[in-house]
């Protein structure tokens, strides 16, 4: 394997990306290589199609370049991503999704260049197993889940990293209660606002929030739901907030693009996802100064505290979750105290300028023959994103 010396110049990174859609893993890789300094790192993309992410990776200087990524790479796209490793001196090739890592893992060996897959995932997909074992590539995990599962595979400790997904904290913040959802929805300025904030698909679980919301509304009556978010379940939401005739209290509002304008309009922030690895909404909300009430599913139980920034529940638990959402609507005190406590968790466990030191510190680390600490060291940072 090549080894550089990063006084020589700056790291050549590529990175293969296997959507197109900005969702969770894409707004992890836009955030990360933004904030990746430019005088260490150069970084060069590799996307299946044209989008609003390419524009976006294009606007903070990446270099990108489209091709077919899938599950059994063509050649087409693995002569085009060995051009670019050579043409571009590529020093480390970063993967993200079991497609991606499955093209890195081919470049990696017939250019001898070293190679990481994030898995995303609360788990490690059976791909991404064999690829590394197939290929020698290093893995990095954002779930604890999946970090034990691959030790439990046999992946070893120094080809493996648990790195958290983190928010910038400068962006996300407590701010002075607005009105801005209570004026789209025409609602009161004064009424209590609970919200669900992702893609409105099965995995997120959005028709038990609209359970939860028909649950709570019993014994809240002032109080307001709504769904921030596009998908393909809308119209089946909206059929179900119809037949119950909870259209003045349950409102859909869409995709919103400016999150900071949402989270000072709640009280309460609910994910009831069957689904997860380490949410952003989560980390976002709770860095924003509120409490959440959630399903207990992959890395969600490594963010949440449960008692000190928010209440978990078991996935389909419709009426514990409503429970929560009154206990907390109920208490001002306890609400306004477990939001305090879910930033500073935060600005402690999740801030992005730590994670992407932590990123770049192993890709860094690559460039030198392979990452760098002992299994105490893998396991340390574990415990610490986990407390």
């Known amino acids: 394997m090549k080894i550089i010396s990063t006084a020589e110049g700056p790291i050549n990174l590529l990175e293969i990306i296997g959507a197109s859609i900005v969702g969770g893993m894409e707004t992890y890789v836009l955030r990360l290589l933004e904030r990746l300094p430019q005088d260490t790192f150069r970084v060069t993309c590799l996307c299946v199609a044209e989008g609003k992410l390419t524009s976006q990776l294009r606007d903070i200087g990446c270099s990108v370049h489209i091709t077919p990524v899938t599950d059994e790479p063509d050649w087409q796209s693995i002569l085009l991503g060995s051009s670019l490793v050579r043409a571009d001196a590529i020093d480390v090739i970063h993967a993200h999704l079991p497609n991606a890592h499955s093209l890195a893992g081919i470049l990696s060996r017939l250019t001898d260049t070293p190679a990481i897959a994030t898995v995303h995932g609360r788990y490690l997909s059976m791909r991404d197993f064999e690829v590394h074992k197939l290929m020698n590539t290093h893995i990095n995990v954002v779930a604890k889940t999946a970090y034990f599962q691959a030790l439990t595979l046999g992946v070893p400790s120094t080809k493996l990293r648990f790195i958290p997904n983190g928010i910038d904290t400068k962006i996300f913040h407590p701010a002075p209660k607005s009105n801005y959802l209570h004026s789209l929805i025409k609602i009161p300025p004064e009424a209590p606002l609970v919200g669900f904030i992702g893609r409105l698909s099965p995995e997120k679980g959005p028709e038990m929030f609209v359970r939860v919301a028909q649950l709570a509304h019993k014994r809240l009556k002032n109080c307001h739901f709504v769904l921030v978010g596009e998908g393909p379940m809308r119209?089946?939401?909206?059929?179900?907030?119809?037949?119950?005739?909870?259209?003045?209290?349950?409102?859909?509002?869409?995709?919103?693009?400016?999150?900071?304008?949402?989270?000072?309009?709640?009280?309460?922030?609910?994910?009831?996802?069957?689904?997860?690895?380490?949410?952003?909404?989560?980390?976002?909300?709770?860095?924003?100064?509120?409490?959440?009430?959630?399903?207990?599913?992959?890395?969600?139980?490594?963010?949440?505290?449960?008692?000190?920034?928010?209440?978990?529940?078991?996935?389909?638990?419709?009426?514990?979750?409503?429970?929560?959402?009154?206990?907390?609507?109920?208490?001002?005190?306890?609400?306004?105290?477990?939001?305090e406590a879910a930033r500073k968790r935060v600005e402690e466990k999740f801030d992005l300028s730590d994670i992407v030191a932590q990123t770049a510190q192993v890709l860094r680390s690559l460039t030198q023959g392979g990452i760098k600490g002992s299994d105490a060291d893998t396991a340390k940072g574990y415990r610490k994103a986990r407390s």
Not at 269 to 286: D, G, N, Q, R
Not at 291 to 315: C, F, S, W, Y
């Open 235 to 339: 119209r089946e939401l909206q059929n179900e907030i119809d037949q119950h005739d909870l259209t003045g209290h349950i409102h859909m509002v869409g995709l919103q693009r400016d999150m900071t304008k949402i989270y000072p309009c709640l009280d309460l922030v609910v994910s009831t996802s069957y689904s997860e690895a380490m949410p952003l909404v989560i980390v976002e909300a709770m860095a924003s100064g509120l409490p959440v009430v959630a399903t207990n599913v992959g890395g969600v139980v490594d963010i949440v505290e449960v008692g000190g920034t928010g209440l978990l529940k078991q996935p389909g638990d419709t009426e514990g979750l409503a429970n929560d959402v009154v206990t907390l609507m109920t208490s001002n005190s306890t609400r306004i105290r477990m939001g």
